[in-house]
C-alpha cells in the first residue's frame, strides 16, 4: 500500500487547495499519472501517482486545504 502526500510545489508554497480529482477509486495507475489538480498561490498544478497500482481510497475532497506531507489518496497493489 502506497500513501500519496502533499509534495511541496514550489519554493515557498506550504499550502494548496484541491481543485478536482482527475482518478476515481479503482482506477488503475501508473507512476507519473496525474491524480488531481491543485492550486497554489493562484496557480493550478497536477500531484502524480509516486506508484503504480489501483487507487483504493481518496483521502481529500475537492475544496479542501491542505498543508505539504498531507495524505491525499492510498494506492494499492491489483490486477
Given amino acids: ?9 514550489g519554493e515557498m508554497t506550504e499550502e494548496v487547495v484541491v481543485i478536482e480529482w482527475l482518478v476515481s477509486v479503482g482506477d488503475r495507475v501508473e507512476e507519473g499519472t496525474p491524480l488531481l ?4 498561490d493562484k496557480v493550478e498544478s497536477e500531484i502524480n501517482a509516486t506508484a503504480a497500482g489501483v487507487v ?3 483521502l481529500v475532497a475537492e475544496d479542501d486545504e491542505l498543508a505539504v506531507g498531507d495524505p491525499i489518496c492510498r494506492i494499492g ?3
Fill in 1 to 9: 500500500m502506497n500513501i500519496v502526500t502533499v509534495p511541496r510545489l
Fill in 37 to 40: 489538480l491543485v492550486e497554489t
Fill in 77 to 79: 497493489e491489483g490486477a
Fill in 56 to 58: 483504493t481510497e481518496l
